[in-house]
């Protein structure tokens, strides 16, 4: 079982920065690809980025690319999500997910999430 404890969130202005932290419990954190994903009120949940086990590979949802950036400790089982120039429609529930697969399409677990909001 692996558990995921998102933070960071919080309310920032327009064009501020925030850093989202995921901190993944278990021992074979090195060997899972996270993601993060986001739910705005009213909408479906949607993939905002992914990085592979190693770190060596990371993809982007085009509307983030560029602004975000997602990286990853494996020493201190904690996945990050440094998110700058933020707009308002950045603001929704985030949320980490862990694939134990590897792969950035299926993910098997899930954090309880953390909300953002940014005030334009």
């Known amino acids: 079982q692996v558990q995921l404890v998102e933070s960071g969130g919080g309310l920032v202005q327009a064009g501020g920065s925030l850093r989202l932290s995921c901190a993944a419990s278990?021992?074979?954190?090195?060997?899972?690809?996270m993601g993060w994903f986001r739910q705005a009120p009213g909408k479906e949940r949607e993939f905002v980025a992914v990085?592979?086990?190693?770190?060596?590979?990371?993809y982007y949802a085009d509307s983030v690319k560029g602004r975000f950036t997602i990286s990853r400790d494996n020493a201190k089982n904690t996945v990050y999500l440094l998110m700058n120039s933020l707009k308002s429609e950045d603001t929704a529930v985030y949320y980490c997910?862990?694939?134990?697969?590897?792969?950035?399409?299926?993910?098997?677990?899930w954090g309880q999430g953390t909300q953002v909001t940014v005030s334009s």
């Open positions: 997910a862990a694939s134990t697969t590897g792969s950035r399409f299926e993910y098997d677990y």
């Open positions: 278990g021992r074979t954190f090195s060997s899972y690809a």
């Open positions: 990085i592979s086990w190693s770190g060596g590979s990371a």
